[in-house]
């Protein structure tokens, strides 16, 4: 089973406010990885890391940023918010298993509304 | 997303088998994942398989792969209301997976 956590899991905000989603493991891996999902179900990777101090922009471009300053924390912040944003934000984890390559393990998300 | 293609509904009727279909383009994949979504959750790993494989099984679950064609498919036996959530298959690629667009299961009572 994997523990990995977000928090909040449901977040109704004005525009113009500062947001932060937490993600958290407790499994030590080094790549985590930020996604947001469409309403129509599309995964897109917007940020992931290797390790400590190493983040990386995914393939959809966004205005949030994130950081990572501990090997179990990966959060994402959005500067100023927008109706835009609006969207479900999924956290997960990998580590190399043997025989099973690099698998991700999700966190149940963070359903985000910008009002 | 980076050519991993599914369609996006499939229903069927509870007690017959569901068949989920994946098409790839990159051979340097090295493993492929299935994993579901319920509603208002994350993706829970459902099976892998290596790419050397080209079956493997675990209880209802039955994942087929045919290098040659790059085609990856679940057939999930006897399928129950419970199955009903969107599909994604990914493969692993340069440190990353890519996943398709999910495939939405409807189980019909």
């Known amino acids: 089973e994997a523990d990995i956590y977000q928090t909040p899991r449901y977040l109704v905000i004005g525009t113009g406010k500062k947001i932060t989603l937490e993600c958290s493991q407790t499994m030590g891996h080094d790549k985590m990885y930020w996604y947001q999902q469409d309403p129509g179900m599309e995964l897109h990777l917007i940020h992931y890391s290797y390790g400590v101090n190493s983040t990386e922009k995914g393939d959809l471009s966004s205005e949030s940023t994130v950081s990572r300053i501990r090997t179990e924390h990966f959060p994402l912040t959005l500067e100023s918010a927008r109706p835009s944003h609006t969207s479900q934000y999924l956290c997960?984890?990998?580590?190399?298993?043997?025989?099973?390559?690099?698998?991700?393990?999700f966190g149940p998300g963070t359903r985000l509304l910008v009002l | 997303g980076e050519d991993v293609e599914q369609s996006l509904f499939l229903s069927v009727r509870e007690g017959d088998s569901s068949v989920i279909n994946c098409t790839y383009t990159?051979?340097?994949?090295?493993?492929l994942y299935w994993y579901k979504q319920e509603p208002g959750a994350g993706l829970q790993l459902l099976t892998y398989i290596f790419s050397n494989m080209d079956m493997k099984q675990d209880q209802r679950l039955t994942v087929l792969l045919n290098k040659k064609d790059k085609h990856l498919s679940l057939r999930i036996a006897d399928t129950q209301t419970g199955d009903s959530a969107i599909y994604f298959c990914?493969?692993?690629?340069?440190?990353?997976?890519?996943f398709g667009t999910g495939t939405r299961l409807t189980v019909i009572p």
């Open positions: 997960a984890s990998s580590g190399l298993l043997t025989g099973m390559g690099e698998t991700q393990y």
């Open positions: 990159d051979s340097s994949s090295t493993y």
């Open positions: 990914a493969d692993s690629r340069r440190g990353n997976l890519f």
